[in-house]
């Protein structure tokens, strides 16, 4: 299928997409670092453009005529990680619907924190989608039950034309694993370390985890034990001075990026990237179930 990527990032979405067979024709973002990191790694182009101009992308994406768009629009407004205040940044979930209106592909895929599903930006991006006559399957998805080694809900919203609401949801609840992925199932004894610590929101929350569970999700920073760090009763291990603290590239790899993934930018932009992204196996995941999904709408 012919398919263009909106807000890019360094190109997780993609990338799932990609390995699934869709064609990526074209992707499109404005930070200059992800533009780089993107390009390094995938031999369409990356188009630098400001998305929340609606009428230029659409002059931009109209002539790849694709059969899907799929995208990820910036989620810091409605995240668990950011400032609980729906901000100007959330209506790029309207321009990214508004695109989709006006090119109307046969289907879209737009990806989003979980909490964004009950979001005034969301309720009005959903009454585009509908009034352009789309379908729609949305579901929040734990990662490490598709493919990830990592607890990371995110909200997918599947649009299909002339299709009821709700028409993948058997498809996409028969292949979600009964059994969360943990750091052990994907990466075996490869890492060389037993437990980690990954820096809390606050100490309300624990720090510390076991490679026998799920990551918690990757976030967009990465910082190292701080001297003052209290412990915290639910703490897989006590913290220590030989505690292990993942690196960036082990952070890329808990996404599962592949080892030979090529990440171009400043420490902060990585990890800001890294954090950004959608793990590239639970793309991939989403990816196969719209091909199902397709075959299914070809045969009636
Ligand atoms: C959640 S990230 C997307 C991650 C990406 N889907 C991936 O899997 O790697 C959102 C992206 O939107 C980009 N962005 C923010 N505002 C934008 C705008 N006005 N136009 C284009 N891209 C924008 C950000 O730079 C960021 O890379």
């Not at 309207?94 to 969301?122: G, H, L, Q, T, W």
């Not at 606050?202 to 720090?207: E, G, V």
């Not at 510390?208 to 915290?232: C, L, Q, W």
């Amino acid at each position: 299928m012919r398919t263009v990527d909106l807000f890019s990032g360094c190109g997780g979405l993609s990338l799932g997409f990609q390995k699934q067979g869709f064609d990526i024709l074209a992707a499109f973002e404005w930070w200059d670092a992800a533009v780089k990191c993107y390009e390094a790694n995938f031999s369409h182009p990356v188009f630098q453009i400001d998305l929340s101009d609606v009428s230029k992308a659409v002059e931009a994406i109209k002539p790849f005529a694709p059969d899907i768009i799929i995208g990820g629009p910036p989620c810091q407004d409605f995240s668990h990680a950011g400032k609980r205040i729906e901000a100007g940044r959330a209506s790029l979930t309207d321009s990214f619907a508004e695109i989709v209106s006006v090119i109307r592909p046969k289907c879209f895929v737009m990806e989003n924190v979980d909490r964004a599903r009950n979001s005034n930006a969301y309720s009005s991006a959903r009454n585009i989608f509908k009034n352009a006559g789309y379908g729609l399957t949305e579901i929040v998805l734990d990662a490490s039950r598709c493919g990830t080694p990592q607890k990371r809900k995110r909200f997918i919203c599947f649009g299909m034309q002339n299709q009821p609401d709700g028409f993948a949801q058997t498809l996409f609840d028969k292949r979600i694993s009964q059994k969360p992925m943990t750091l052990r199932d994907y990466f075996g004894n490869t890492l060389g370390f037993e437990f980690y610590y990954r820096h809390p929101r606050n100490y309300n929350r624990r720090a510390v985890f076991s490679i026998d569970e799920p990551a918690p999700t990757m976030r967009g920073v990465n910082r190292p034990v701080p001297k003052g760090y209290p412990g915290h009763p639910n703490d897989a291990c006590p913290v220590n001075e030989s505690l292990h603290v993942l690196s960036t590239q082990e952070r890329a790899w808990i996404q599962t990026f592949p080892k030979d993934y090529i990440w171009i930018g400043s420490k902060t932009d990585v990890e800001q990237m890294i954090g950004n992204a959608v793990p590239v196996n639970l793309a991939s995941f989403v990816a196969e179930t719209v091909k199902l999904a397709v075959e299914e709408d070809s045969r009636d």
